[in-house]
């Protein structure tokens, strides 16, 4: 079976475009493969080093997850602070990762701002940690929003150096596998990921700048939709949502240059399980006053549930806690096969 992992920050609220780019795709993972999801708690120091509710954050995640249709004792859910093996790798990977590399990383221009040099080290070494906790498992498939999408092509690189600069140590250790790279066979200690980025809304965008992505850490809550918001909310967060003065166009091509325009629509295809397509053959030449409503009506349709179940295991921390336990154990037990693997191969005694 194809080996899944992601992670989520416990950074804030989460929104629509942690559960339409990451969160419904990992349920859907679950039919046919091995899944590990992970609330990915030392990732939030990156950019924040205290947080005023670490616990909450980090359960309400783990709820999210929950709430959404991931099962937990088929699956494999935990905190990646309570598994050392990706601290350790990471820093190994710190150690494989040029320098060069890591100064094309966008998020980390966006996210250090202005004053690059008082920007953490962590915040710099993130995609490193982001490498380590996907190879810790050796696993092939990763689900994430289209704003990850470099990241992945980063790991796919730390693994090709990493599998590169230790062939002889891999082969004398005979922990290798048989992997093809483009239509070459190299054997190799750690696989080339695939990124999971595909459906009508990869990225979805702020609902007050349609060229800004939704994040939880947006200073204004107008720009998402959160899962915990409710009916009320929702609708606000909608109508106030900013557009153009035109009404929907019939045809894809009437959405170029109409970022607002473009990401409601996709938001509305992907809630509905439709293409962009078919949502304007529905709704094309109508005005965002008949077409907002409606998206209010399926955004509350689809995330309700969610919103309920959510609140629901958010009173019970004490079994949620039990749910991060066992999956961390799990996670435990397999990431210190991995570890072992990694020191026989570099060469270190323990
Ligand atoms: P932060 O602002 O703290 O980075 P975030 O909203 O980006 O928060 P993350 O925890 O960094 O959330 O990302 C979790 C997952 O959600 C990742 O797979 C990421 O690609 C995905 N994701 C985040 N924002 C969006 C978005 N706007 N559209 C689609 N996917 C998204
Ligand atoms: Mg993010």
Redesign the pocket.
């Known amino acids: 079976k194809p080996l899944v992992f992601?992670g989520?920050?416990p950074?804030?609220n989460l929104?629509l475009?942690?559960y339409?780019?990451?969160i419904r795709k990992f349920v859907a993972l679950q039919a046919n493969n091995d899944c590990i999801y992970c609330v990915v708690d030392m990732h939030a120091l990156t950019?924040q080093l205290v947080h005023e509710d670490m616990p909450n954050q980090t359960r309400s995640i783990t709820a999210a997850f929950l709430a959404a249709g991931i099962d937990p004792e088929k699956h494999i859910v935990f905190n990646q602070s309570a598994v050392p093996g990706h601290a350790e790798l990471a820093w190994i990977f710190n150690c494989v990762a040029r320098i060069g590399w890591m100064n094309r990383m966008t998020q980390f221009k966006d996210k250090a701002g202005k004053d690059r040099e008082q920007a953490s080290l962590g915040l710099y070494a993130y995609p490193s940690l982001m490498a380590a906790d996907i190879l810790l498992y050796r696993a092939t498939h990763v689900p994430?929003?289209?704003?990850?999408k470099q990241h992945l092509e980063l790991t796919r690189d730390i693994a090709m150096k990493f599998n590169l600069d230790y062939m002889e140590h891999i082969r004398r250790t005979g922990y290798g596998i048989d992997i093809t790279v483009g239509d070459e066979p190299v054997h190799a200690y750690f696989p080339m990921v695939e990124p999971l980025i595909d459906g009508p809304?990869?990225?979805?965008?702020s609902l007050r700048d349609g060229t800004k992505?939704?994040?939880?850490?947006d200073a204004s809550d107008l720009s998402r939709i959160n899962l915990l918001d409710d009916e009320e909310n929702i609708s606000k967060k909608i109508r106030k949502a900013k557009t153009d003065p035109d009404g929907l166009p019939s045809e894809l091509a009437g959405l170029a240059g109409r970022p607002e325009a473009d990401n409601l629509v996709g938001i509305y295809a992907a809630l509905a399980d439709k293409s962009k397509a078919d949502v304007l053959s529905e709704f094309g030449g109508q005005q965002f006053s008949v077409f907002k409503p409606a998206l209010v009506d399926l955004a509350v349709h689809v995330l309700s549930p969610i919103t309920m179940e959510m609140r629901r295991l958010m009173a019970d921390p004490g079994h949620i806690d039990a749910v991060l336990r066992d999956g961390s154990a799990r996670a435990r037990a397999r990431a210190d096969v991995t570890m072992k693997q990694v020191r026989d191969i570099i060469g270190f005694l323990y």
């Open positions: 992601s989520v920050q950074t804030g929104h475009g942690n339409l780019g990451a950019a994430v929003g289209d704003d990850q809304a990869p990225r979805v965008m992505k939704m994040s939880k850490s």
